[in-house]
């Protein structure tokens, strides 16, 4: 008999009231019942997102709302900066491009997290740039970006901050309204324990002033149409209702535990991994780790693409592997969503033990006491 676990930065585990709620029969999206459901759940990602601007959202991956924060905030010819510092900051730029926007790149190297000095420095360069644009966890190296700096140079400027919380909402700390920053988006999929299918927006009084001077194409994506009829409980298009009663549930138990301790969880997951990790005597990728998800750099010898796909295939483990030049060269293991410590205890005895397979000389059992020991620290 073989278990499945799955420990991707999405999707992520589907807590069981959440799975549940998807197999009750499906409701018409203008009842009474879903309106209702589209206010509760609207009203309880405000917590999620620490603003009390209005949260829209999208029938749509995590993308889409990436593609209408463009679609929605710029004009053809604006000048933006974006921060590329993997897979992810990169997908800003092509979506720039896609609309005729100019981008001011700042490349990072993947695995580091941008300094603010060169923003700020990118920012006197270009006080013309109409929005800077920033990943809060880049995925596909596991590093995180200060944020709350990055708002802090912005928010007296005329510059928008725009940030991708796609894979961090809920596991690294994005307080939106206490830092200033201008506009957030995620989805579904990842620290939201739901399936994909639904993205996020959030907006402050700047952005909106930006919103309705854009006149960049936009239909299905249109942030005003989403967030008017949104606040009445109502969507301007079939939403995915299956995926919203599923998301309710999963933010019961984020708002049960508050935001707060629900990043607490993932900061002493992603503190357990880290430390489990140095003691098999691997290298971390990121240098600015998030709590997302740990980056781990292979040793040299070691095909990446066959450890992932021999875990997967012979232990039911799935991690996830590297993304563009990054491919198999790390492992990338998340501990999001419904997920606590015993999780991380699966998640690095497999790994120890795979890696042992492959031939890693590895003192089994040395990552998980170092994860015991983070633990046991913690409790006490
Ligand atoms: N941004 C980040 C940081 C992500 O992790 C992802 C998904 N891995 C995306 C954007 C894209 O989201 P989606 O695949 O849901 O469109």
């Given at each position: 008999m073989k278990k499945s676990h799955l420990f991707t930065p999405g999707p992520t585990p589907i807590p069981p009231d959440a799975l549940l709620a998807m197999s009750q029969p499906i409701d018409y999206h203008r009842s009474e019942d879903t309106v209702a459901l589209i206010k509760d759940v609207l009203k309880k990602m405000k917590h999620v997102f620490q603003t009390d601007n209005d949260v829209l959202f999208l029938t749509s991956s995590g993308t889409g709302a990436m593609d209408g924060a463009v679609a929605n905030l710029l004009c053809k010819d604006d000048k933006v900066i974006v921060i590329r510092s993997g897979k992810f900051g990169e997908r800003w730029s092509e979506i720039c491009e896609a609309y005729g926007v100019q981008v001011i790149p700042i490349d990072v190297r993947w695995g580091d997290s941008v300094a603010p000095e060169i923003v700020e420095s990118t920012l006197s360069t270009h006080p013309e740039a109409k929005a800077v644009f920033a990943t809060l966890c880049e995925t596909s190296t596991g590093a995180l970006h200060d944020i709350e700096a990055l708002a802090d140079m912005t928010k007296s400027t005329q510059t928008l901050l725009v940030v991708d919380a796609v894979s961090a909402l809920g596991a690294d700390d994005l307080q939106m309204d206490n830092w200033g920053v201008d506009v957030v988006v995620s989805c579904s999929q990842k620290g939201l324990m739901t399936p994909p299918g639904l993205a996020f927006a959030a907006l402050n009084q700047r952005a909106w002033k930006a919103v309705n001077r854009s006149n960049l194409p936009k239909y299905y994506l249109d942030y005003r149409k989403a967030h008017e009829r949104g606040i009445e409980g109502s969507v301007p298009f079939t939403p995915a209702v299956t995926l919203l009663a599923a998301l309710q549930y999963a933010l019961n138990r984020i708002c049960e535990d508050g935001i707060q301790e629900t990043i607490c969880r993932h900061n002493r997951m992603a503190i357990a991994t880290r430390s489990a990790i140095k003691a098999i005597g691997l290298p971390l990728?990121?240098?600015?780790?998030?709590?997302?998800l740990t980056s781990i750099r292979l040793p040299e010898e070691f095909d990446g693409k066959v450890f992932v796909k021999m875990m997967r295939e012979k232990h039911g483990i799935t991690y996830a592997g590297g993304q563009g030049n990054l491919s198999g060269k790390i492992v990338r293991i998340a501990h999001l969503g419904w997920m606590n410590e015993n999780d991380v205890i699966v998640a690095i005895s497999a790994f120890e033990r795979g890696i042992a397979e492959m031939g890693y000389d590895v003192p089994l059992g040395a990552g998980v006491t170092a994860v015991q020991e983070v633990l046991k620290n913690s409790m006490d």
């Amino acid at each position: 008999m073989k278990k499945s676990h799955l420990f991707t930065p999405g999707p992520t585990p589907i807590p069981p009231d959440a799975l549940l709620a998807m197999s009750q029969p499906i409701d018409y999206h203008r009842s009474e019942d879903t309106v209702a459901l589209i206010k509760d759940v609207l009203k309880k990602m405000k917590h999620v997102f620490q603003t009390d601007n209005d949260v829209l959202f999208l029938t749509s991956s995590g993308t889409g709302a990436m593609d209408g924060a463009v679609a929605n905030l710029l004009c053809k010819d604006d000048k933006v900066i974006v921060i590329r510092s993997g897979k992810f900051g990169e997908r800003w730029s092509e979506i720039c491009e896609a609309y005729g926007v100019q981008v001011i790149p700042i490349d990072v190297r993947w695995g580091d997290s941008v300094a603010p000095e060169i923003v700020e420095s990118t920012l006197s360069t270009h006080p013309e740039a109409k929005a800077v644009f920033a990943t809060l966890c880049e995925t596909s190296t596991g590093a995180l970006h200060d944020i709350e700096a990055l708002a802090d140079m912005t928010k007296s400027t005329q510059t928008l901050l725009v940030v991708d919380a796609v894979s961090a909402l809920g596991a690294d700390d994005l307080q939106m309204d206490n830092w200033g920053v201008d506009v957030v988006v995620s989805c579904s999929q990842k620290g939201l324990m739901t399936p994909p299918g639904l993205a996020f927006a959030a907006l402050n009084q700047r952005a909106w002033k930006a919103v309705n001077r854009s006149n960049l194409p936009k239909y299905y994506l249109d942030y005003r149409k989403a967030h008017e009829r949104g606040i009445e409980g109502s969507v301007p298009f079939t939403p995915a209702v299956t995926l919203l009663a599923a998301l309710q549930y999963a933010l019961n138990r984020i708002c049960e535990d508050g935001i707060q301790e629900t990043i607490c969880r993932h900061n002493r997951m992603a503190i357990a991994t880290r430390s489990a990790i140095k003691a098999i005597g691997l290298p971390l990728f990121a240098t600015s780790p998030a709590n997302t998800l740990t980056s781990i750099r292979l040793p040299e010898e070691f095909d990446g693409k066959v450890f992932v796909k021999m875990m997967r295939e012979k232990h039911g483990i799935t991690y996830a592997g590297g993304q563009g030049n990054l491919s198999g060269k790390i492992v990338r293991i998340a501990h999001l969503g419904w997920m606590n410590e015993n999780d991380v205890i699966v998640a690095i005895s497999a790994f120890e033990r795979g890696i042992a397979e492959m031939g890693y000389d590895v003192p089994l059992g040395a990552g998980v006491t170092a994860v015991q020991e983070v633990l046991k620290n913690s409790m006490d």
